[in-house]
């Protein structure tokens, strides 16, 4: 087993081709003073015992440390983008010497080939293999849910707030990425600042997402209507756009208009995680029918856009790798007449449905509200599921809604930025 | 254990509360000339033998039968949507008769709540529960894929053809489907014609699908670039947006400035689900690793639409539950200097990723093509990588792309239209 002999000259670790192995515990405790580091050879690990001994130790695979060197060769400083081609990169490539200067806290590896890189500690740091940095990195990804049941009380956020402050911005999405459903209130509905509010919302955040319904879409009771939403049906609860193997993220209906003279047409939503949670207690075989089997949504129609056959096979409940609750993804209306499984599985699948439906509308789940006009109900069309009572209108009244998409990979991108110039948090 | 009786009246089964079982085999052969059922009320089936002999028997489960009647208060026939809420559905109702009407081919079900439900012959065949009919309808769904290695001569398409002619347009899209690699050629590439044919094609085809980089992007060399691919670098295979979750589907890029003063600039492509099936032959641990362990890419930047800082962690090779390809995720210019996995695995996830990239660019796999004006090359993203040589501007000359993406959701319901309207194909 080849391991590096450790010489300490001065901060300096000069690997020779053999040696006895790392270096003493003593021998670091000794140097505790100063940030001092040893090479296992044949783990091709550099493990690095900080001069601040609040600090773990790092372990840092060699591999990985010639494949992120900083310098402008190998990474271009205006794009942060890796410049080294993979076709170059030796991945067995040896460390010649390991240099530490805690007065500039940078580490400087020579490599074999006589290439330097240098990072500093604190980089380095913040990239450690140990879990608890690793855990630290995590949470610039998605997923701080707070499922939420029949008694939540929908948070409420002022459009002009929004749109001029950057921390009211902040705090908006916090509250969509937590709960998945918010109010923005006050938002205008005359003229043309009313029609183009909610693609103003979302150029705010990001942009909207154009989808087989247009980049917007208005939902009013319509002459020979695309989608069941521009009829006055009842709409059990659902999420949009199923038939999309990646679905729409956040989901934005801006009331235009509402009216005493309209009697129905209430939304009420459903926090799909919370229900799959109360599923999964209550009826395992249901939950695991529906965390496994792929069904069939479609969507055949024509819109402004052209003629679509959309296809897609989801799961009613997604789950990461990890048993993490990653989409919801159910729609009774656009459920396809195709149903891919073999005949015994059906009746339990229907079982299961039927069973995770109860449970969406009932009183532990479900909260209602009707929109007035100037909200804008934004939800998380992943998760919460939304439905509407069906509606009559009196006289001349009408009900309309201009809605809009945003994808989450833009939203967290927005969130990621926002957290830094506000919260000055460290990308 | 309660089972249907089979009383033939007419063609029509009345189901008794108990009974000895089905129809007998002989029954059932005798009355072969017209098409007749069974029910068993345990399994809730109805059987289905059909007057054409050349159909196999039809297995029918009933809470199916009931959730997909086609009457107008069940079914809009407008939307083609499902009005029938699951808030309603009672997956456990019981038929009590069901009426075979040869003469106008259709299958009625009274249901127990006196509901009726009537059911074309060709429309419950198409739907049968047998893995034939269930094969039938997986090939309306994505994944017709022939993959390629270096012998690939790519299929070229003239722009004039796509853009008035169906049937040119379908053809070019299932060489998209098939191979995931095709040159369009003959494009326009003076004035505002030139600069917006990247997307007239889309258009076309369905709608550009905005990213953080626009609807559309340019490639040239820029000061101050926002991305690698606007630099004269040299770019490794790779697919663009990893740190997507659902990243573009199809590239195009449109050449709309190429000369012989500039020296290199060739596009390389190569079939990523091609060299994953030799990796899993010739390093079965590498393509085990790379299949499995979550990496991290992400794009901290600023373009003209705001600031970004996109992360996602993908699998470089994606597989579907049945163990298909699903998608390829690898661009080593944006895989980040974060790498979420324990220390000593990391040895292992670069040699795997180095075994890739060398089957990649190697001599079974590789493409090259250097394009010319008017070329506009259009690749699966999410399977075919691409890749850049660097290359050096003598005088004034100019390298200028523009480049857009499209989702396949929308190209694969173009398909199916088009497969409809130019190839008479049921939907």
Known sequence: MAMATLRFIGRKIVLGKQGPGLAAASTLRRALATTVGSVDKQKRLLTVRWSDK??????????WLRDNCQCSACFHPDTLSRLQLMENFDPKIGADSVQ????????????????????KY??????????????????????KHELWGSDYAIRRHPFDQLMKSDSSLLQFLNDMEAFGLTVVEGAPIAGTEGLRAVTDLCNRVAFPME???????????????????????????????PFYKDPPGIQLLHCLAQSNNITGGENFFS????????????????????????VDFYDYETDHLADFHMLCRQRVISLTSDGEYEMICYNNQVRDTYLNMPADQVQLF?????????????????????????????FDNRRVLHGRNSYTVHGTAERHLEGAYLRWDEVYSRIRRLEESVRSRQP
């Open 211 to 241: 989808t087989n319904y247009g980049t917007t879409f208005t939902v009013k009771s319509k002459l020979n209507p695309s989608n069941l939403a521009y009829t006055p049906a009842r709409l059990g609860l659902h999420v949009d756009l």
């Open 350 to 378: 229907y079982d299961a449905l039927k069973a995770f439906d109860t449970l969406l509308h009932g009183e532990q789940c479900s909260v209602s509200t009707k929109l007035k006009e100037g909200d804008i109900v934004t």
């Open 122 to 143: 604190d980089w380095l740091m913040r990239r450690s293999f140990d879990s608890e940095s690793q855990q630290q990195r995590s949470l610039w990804y998605s997923g």
């Open 54 to 63: 609040s600090r773990r130790d790092s372990l840092l695979p060699l591999a």
């Open 271 to 294: 926090d799909g995680f919370h229900a799959a949670n109360l599923l999964k207690v209550a009826n395992s075989d249901a939950y695991k029918m529906l965390t496994t089997r792929l």
């Open 100 to 119: 530490f200067d805690d007065a500039s806290k940078t580490c400087s590896v020579t490599w074999s080939d006589g290439h330097v890189s240098t990072y």
